[in-house]
Each structure stands twice: as C-alpha cells, then as structure tokens.
C-alpha cells in the first residue's frame, strides 16, 4: 500500500499555514469523539435493557433466554461478566461498549494505513472520532460496537495471512470468525461476501499463475470454515429462532430503502444534518472508489474501481446483498445497526476520497463540515433521551400509589420502564399479562392475534379490581398501532381515563394514561 512518501502528490504542496488548523482540528475531534462516548444521559431503551435483563441472569440460563429472542450468546456472556466486576447501572454497562468503541480507534488506523498510508489513517480516525453511528453504538448497551471491531480485525487478520499465511495468523482468522458468528447473525452474510472475494481472488491467482497466493487464499478460506464449525452447537437453537422468532416488529426492505437508510444513519439519523453527512460521506466513498487526484485541483473519476479499495466495495455490497435476498426469502427485516458489521469499511472508503483533495484549504474546509456536522449529531445522540421510559415511570410514581397495576402495550415498553419504576407496582404486559422484564417473540404475531382487545382489558380490569390502573402504550409498532387504542377505548368504558404524559420526540415514545373506577 501507498506511504505518503511514496506519493507524488504528497509533497507537492506543504501544510504551510494549514499544519495547525488542520492539527488542532484533528486533535480536537479525537477528545471530543471520546468523550461523547460515555457520557449519554438517555435512559436505557428496549433493545439496551433486555440485554442487560438477559445478561444479569445465571450464565446457563441466557442460552435459553436468547433462543424466545433472537441473537447469539457471546455478548450476553461477555455482558454478564462485565457486570460482575462493574454493576448494572446505565454509565457501567454502557461503558462497556464504549471501550469496545475505543478498541476501534488502532484497527482503523492501521486499515487505513494499509490502503493509502499514513495521511488516510489520520483522516479515517478523525471521521470515526465524530461519527454518530459510531458514537451512537459505543454509547449503546449493544453487541454493536464489538461487531465492527471483530468484522475490521478478522479483515487485518487475514490481510496478514494472505500475505503470509503463518500458523498464528490463520489461527487468528478463525478465532475471529468463531467470534463473530457468535455475535451476530449479519456476521454470516458478512462472512458469505468475504469468501465469495476470496473465492475469486484465487481464481484470478491461479489464471495469473500466483501459486503461493493460490494456496494462501485457500488456506483463509480453511481457517474460516474452522471458525465457522465452532458455531455447529448453536445450530439448533439459530434454527428455532428462525422459526420461532425472526422480525415480527417489521417487513423485510428493498434493497433501495436499505441503502438510503444505511446512509442516512451513518450520518447520525433522520435529521436533516444527519442525512446530509450520510450523503456527503457517500459521496467521499465514490471518490475514494473511483477516483485518482490529478493534481491539486483535480480529481479523474473512472468508471472502474480502484484495485486497493474493491476489496472494501465487496465486502459491503455482498453483505448487503446477501442480506436482501435472505431477508425476502424469510420474511426478515433490515435495522441499520445490523449494518455495524461493515461499516469500518464503508468509513475507511470515506477517508480514502477525502485523501483525492490535494488542496490543503480544501481538505481542511472539507474536514471541518465533515467533523461539525458529525460533532453536532453524535451529542445530539447521547445528550437527547431515546426513550420516553423516565417520564413514563416519573408519571406513574407521582400519581400513583404501590400495589397499582401498570400495563404495558406492547410489551416491548415494559422492560425500559418496568428498569426505572419503583418494584411495588403490579406490572404487566400485553397480551399475556406476563412480567415485563422480558419480550418472548416466538410465534410473536400469532399470540398477539389469539387475544382479543375486549377480552385483555377485561383480565386487567379483573386483575386490577379496585386499584388504579395505568396504561403505557404506544402506536409506534407496527404489530399494535390498533391494538393498543382498542385496549385503551375498552377500559374506557369501566375506568376514567386521564392523560398524564404526551409522546416526546424520542425514538421510543410512549403516552401514559391513569384509569380510575367510575363513580357509582
């Protein structure tokens, strides 16, 4: 790969005037990219607080947690130990993940470094310092974080191993490989494009008569089957899950609303400034794909891809790829943190088309708008609540008294609220009255459409009897936008209802309603 001494264009014009802006820039995206990382005041929301629900129970146990969930174990496990040593409050868990993030910062560097030398990792580091996606997910009690850094190590891994196929090395591939796979399931179409490229890397090899690269290549692809054979024992429970469990809170997606919201979310989300930064970013990656700086001013574009970043341009359009044609043939849907496993890549991409601008008041301007915009919606990510859990348990604490009943529709609000409110209320879940801790979404739908909404609300008015009843719910699921009003018009007619809080603007809202007996 290209140092910048060996680049004509590197030294054709100096920093000059610009080495400090460009210094102090750089510098301070860093500190404040670390920072942002653990410091986010938002309430734990669903997907964070069932992982620490699963996590904190006996290690033997969160196997057959998973399997009424969806997800392999190896976060969980590793989740459950961190809180051993650390606790569960929001900052300990969350704390994990954010040095998962850090962990990010060398493999970046040295990725980057890889593909066009020492200037491309100082731009690379310096977009992921204030990257919101980044941010977002190393601020998140998620597997996602690790997800990256696994996916960009097992990439480095065998970068080595391709050119040296030590022992240690491909040794090194499959324990990647086995971690990845026991991570998350997107590591699998993520694994599926990186051996369709290795695949035809040794084809081109051995038509060009590159022996040595030949066995090489091959060798990888052994080790990963090595790591992939570890996943073996989970195989039942992956294919119970597929049966059971898959995505009931949506449809599967297009392959053109994956992509624009992929890049809408690695700009921070669906603010106009995100959305901005993703396109921008993207538009980085075409460069960084198609384009060769001339001179100062100047940047070819060819319709051909550069050879040092194809590799990159694989690994995301096959994963993507993959993904879309399971997704229809199973009925799975597609959340943009799925796409953790590959974005490293599509950010070293970034980095490389911000390296075609040789002017240095160019790249300069070009960072800073990259790195302010990334500075404005990653705070906004950990500083904004993404959950209306607090005020939903503050509402209910203030106007009630314990031993009150608490229903929650979907059941998919119970475990951030249930985590804040004080343990003396009687709480419990849509549509089997059961304890919200959890969410079983095996056979999710069918058990939503074996009760009817006149006949819930009157077990929870039987339940209830003359205590106060409240009812948090949302129309933000696509699996309840009508179930959960009709809940609410049938306890109307025994109970007064009273508003108490209004949905916020958080990605998980929720309204909370206190039904009181009627005057008799």
């Not at 009150?404 to 979907?410: A, E, F, Q, R, W």
């Amino acid at each position: 790969m290209a140092e910048p001494d060996q680049d004509p264009l590197a030294t054709t014009s100096g920093w000059g005037r610009w080495r400090w802006p460009f210094t102090v820039l750089v510098a301070a995206s860093l500190v404040v990219g670390v920072v942002l990382r653990f410091v986010s005041r938002s309430p734990l929301w669903l997907d964070e607080t069932l992982s620490v629900n699963i996590a904190r129970l006996p290690l033997g146990d969160i196997p057959e947690a998973l399997r009424h969930d969806g997800h392999p174990p190896l976060y969980y496990w590793l989740l459950h130990g961190w809180m051993a040593l650390f606790g569960q409050g929001s900052v300990a868990v969350r704390a994990f993940s954010g040095l998962w993030g850090l962990a990010l910062f060398p493999l970046v560097w040295v990725a980057a470094r890889r593909l066009g030398g020492r200037r491309v990792a100082i731009y690379a580091v310096a977009l992921l310092a204030l990257s919101p996606y980044a941010i977002r997910y190393a601020a998140e009690t998620r597997m996602y974080a690790m997800v990256s850094v696994l996916a960009l190590a097992g990439w480095l891994l065998a970068d080595d191993a391709l050119r040296s196929p030590r022992p240690i090395r491909l040794a090194g591939v499959a324990a990647t490989v086995a971690l990845l796979v026991w991570t998350h399931y997107w590591a699998i179409w993520f694994l599926g494009a990186a051996a369709a490229g290795l695949v035809v890397h040794g084809w081109r090899a051995r038509r060009a008569g590159r022996a040595d690269d030949v066995g090489a290549t091959a060798l990888v692809l052994g080790a990963m089957v090595v790591g992939g054979l570890t996943f073996i024992p989970w195989l039942p429970s992956l294919l119970y899950q597929g049966a059971h469990t898959g995505t009931p809170w949506a449809r599967p997606l297009r392959p053109t609303e994956m992509v624009i919201f992929t890049l809408s979310d690695f700009g921070g989300g669906p603010r106009p400034e995100g959305q901005f930064l993703g396109w921008l970013l993207s538009l980085a990656l075409v460069v960084g794909l198609f384009g060769a700086a001339r001179d100062r001013l100047h940047v070819d574009l060819d319709v051909r891809t550069r050879p040092a970043p194809r590799p990159f341009a694989i690994l995301i359009a096959g994963t993507l790829a993959l993904a879309c044609v399971v997704g229809y043939a199973t009925g799975a849907t597609y959340a943009t943190r799925y796409a953790a496993v590959f974005f490293p890549f599509f950010l070293l991409l970034a980095a490389l088309g911000v390296d075609q601008l040789r002017s240095r008041p160019i790249v300069v301007g070009t960072l800073a708008v990259l790195l302010a915009l990334g500075g404005a919606v990653g705070a906004l990510n950990v500083t904004e609540a993404r959950s209306d859990a607090a005020r939903s348990a503050d509402a209910i604490e203030a106007a009630g008294e314990p031993g009150d009943l608490v229903v929650y529709c979907p059941d998919q609000l119970g475990p951030a609220t249930s985590r804040l409110l004080d343990a003396g209320f009687d709480q419990v879940t849509f549509p089997e009255l059961a304890p919200p801790e959890l969410v079983d979404w095996v056979d999710y739908k069918a058990r939503l459409r074996a009760v009817t909404p006149e006949a819930f609300a009157q077990e929870v008015l039987d339940r209830a009897g003359p205590r106060q009843i409240f009812f948090v719910y949302s129309t933000n699921y696509e699996t309840h936008r009508d179930l959960c009003p009709a809940i609410y018009n049938a306890l109307g007619v025994d109970r007064v209802p009273e508003v108490l809080t209004h949905p916020s603007d958080a990605y998980e809202w929720a309204s909370v309603v206190r039904f009181t007996p009627r005057p008799s």
